[in-house]
């Protein structure tokens, strides 16, 4: 009896787990059998890894050859098991050097041919790999640019698999065969866009500014042409460019959703689903692979939902708890995956279907029944979460040939300065913005306000104007607006002022 060990990787959500490919060569009745919880393209490797190995003048034993995949309680998908299957199964005989192929990881699909093709998700594999240990892992030819992206691995982009052979010491004649393309299909570059553009907006570009400053959750509703698209797609701009491990993670989510990832994008993602979309789309899903949706594809970004209105309630409703948790999980008959869901929530809306209600000059013709309906798909608990809630106008002529309240190059400058305060308030805590300290520090912690200075947001608490959630979410806009004046302590001012871009109450 003979048994060879090798790596492959199972994604589970936005993780990776290793799982060790054992094939065991025994003198019985011929039969090749995949076990251990693999599912439907699983099982059928055992046909392609048949083919791909007699194509590649390597074809397996005729004996009964059985591949296990542990841990066996783990569910495995996917088509990225096939190459480790093969090394594995061509391992149990003598020829390749048995210690190189236990210390590799091995990531993609083969075709008949015995070349390899790209899988999605060999980012988040290779990120798996490095961190159970491993150093050595091959990839196809395609998703080399990707596995390389992760430092410290020793990345083989194979054509063929006589090529992996070759590299494992066996002795074969690697044929000189085209690689397998992967689509182009490459995430499109960030627009340049400026906060100069903005004309007549100071109020709105100013709340920009704050929710940049502190990660804050911001809703805009004002009429068609009031410049509310406009200003959601140039927060990314001004917000700081992405760390190590947001752009490793970004990408990472990006390469699960089968997008080719050439580089680390140090710009923060920005995601704008269609109102027609559905909530697998937006939260993720998939009947057979769990794939990340909208708002996993905007963690450490901006997620822009234009048209509030008009998305389904229940869409809607499906963003209440990623914005608690900044997570997303899925369940699905015999599958769970989470993904990451930390991103800053922009909503567009007009005040009614016709977008002229309550606009000077405007003639609204829908009748109360829709108004209500319209705006009642914003849930109150929805709303309770959004930290900044404007209404815009639209610009008028003296408006119009004001000059601008500031630039991208400007604005970015003040959140990175802001944001440098909270870290270094923070320093002593496991926040970082102000988005992201809990309620209870707020209130009690040692920078909780003194009672003359949160007066004002005690009395909007008991009058019912904002719930005890909103009382915190306040406190953080105000901690944001004094790090962005460069002070270290709040004052009456911060407070009155986050009401005001909270709920429009003054003081």
Request: charge should be neutral; include cysteine.
């Amino acid at each position: 009896m003979s048994v060879a060990r090798t790596w492959a990787v199972a994604l589970v959500g936005a993780e990776g787990e290793c799982v060790e490919v054992e094939a065991d060569l025994s003198q019985q009745t011929p039969e090749f059998r995949i076990i251990g919880l693999g599912d439907k393209a699983l099982g059928e490797a055992v046909q392609r890894v048949h083919n791909a190995c007699a194509n590649s003048a390597t074809p397996l034993p005729r004996r009964r050859l059985t591949v296990n995949l542990s841990p066996a309680s783990l569910p495995k998908q996917g088509s990225g098991f096939d190459v480790a299957i093969a090394v594995a199964a061509l391992a149990t005989e003598p020829g390749m050097d048995a210690a190189s192929v236990a210390s590799t990881v091995h990531v993609g699909e083969l075709g008949l041919d015995g070349r390899l093709r790209p899988v999605p998700g060999v980012l988040p594999a290779v990120v798996a790999a490095r961190r159970a240990g491993h150093r050595r892992i091959v990839v196809p030819y395609a998703n080399g640019p990707e596995a390389v992206l992760v430092d410290g691995m020793d990345v083989l982009a194979a054509v063929n698999l006589a090529q992996v052979i070759a590299w494992h010491g066996g002795e074969v004649e690697v044929p000189d065969d085209e690689p397998v393309a992967l689509s182009d299909d490459a995430a499109p570059r960030a627009e340049k866009l400026d906060l100069a553009e903005v004309i007549g907006q100071r109020e709105a570009v100013e709340a920009l500014i704050v929710a940049a400053a502190g990660g804050h959750h911001l809703l805009m509703c004002g009429p068609p042409g009031a410049g509310k698209t406009m200003l959601a797609r140039r927060l990314p701009g001004i917000l700081p460019d992405l760390d190590d491990r947001a752009a490793l993670a970004t990408a990472s989510i990006r390469s699960l959703s089968g997008t080719r990832v050439v580089e680390l994008s140090r710009t923060p993602p920005f995601e704008a689903p269609h109102h027609s979309a559905s909530v697998a789309a937006l939260v993720g899903g998939g009947s057979r692979v769990v794939r990340p949706g909208a708002i996993a594809r905007a963690s450490e970004g901006v997620l822009f939902l234009d048209e509030a209105g008009e998305f389904p309630a229940a869409v809607l409703d499906a963003l209440r708890q990623p914005l608690e948790t900044g997570s997303i999980a899925i369940h699905r008959a015999g599958a769970h995956a989470e993904y990451p869901a930390r991103f800053q929530l922009v909503l567009a809306t007009n005040p009614c279907p016709c977008g002229d209600y309550g606009i000077r000059g405007g003639a609204c013709v829908c009748p109360p029944a829709a108004i209500r309906r319209y705006l009642g798909r914003l849930s109150g608990p929805l709303l309770d979460r959004m930290d900044i809630e404007l209404t815009l106008t639209r610009v008028s002529v003296a408006q119009r040939d004001a000059t601008p309240v500031t630039s991208t190059a400007v604005a970015s400058e003040q959140v990175a300065e802001a944001r440098a305060r909270a870290r270094h308030r923070l320093q002593r805590t496991a926040w970082r913005v102000n988005a992201d300290v809990p309620g209870t520090w707020l209130r009690e912690g040692p920078m909780a306000p003194e009672p003359p200075v949160r007066r004002p947001l005690d009395t909007a608490l008991n009058r019912g104007a904002i719930t005890l959630r909103g009382y915190d979410r306040v406190l953080r806009v105000a901690w944001s607006l004094a790090d962005i004046e460069g002070r270290s302590r709040l004052g009456m001012e911060h407070i009155g002022r986050a009401l005001y871009l909270k709920k429009g109450l003054a003081l």
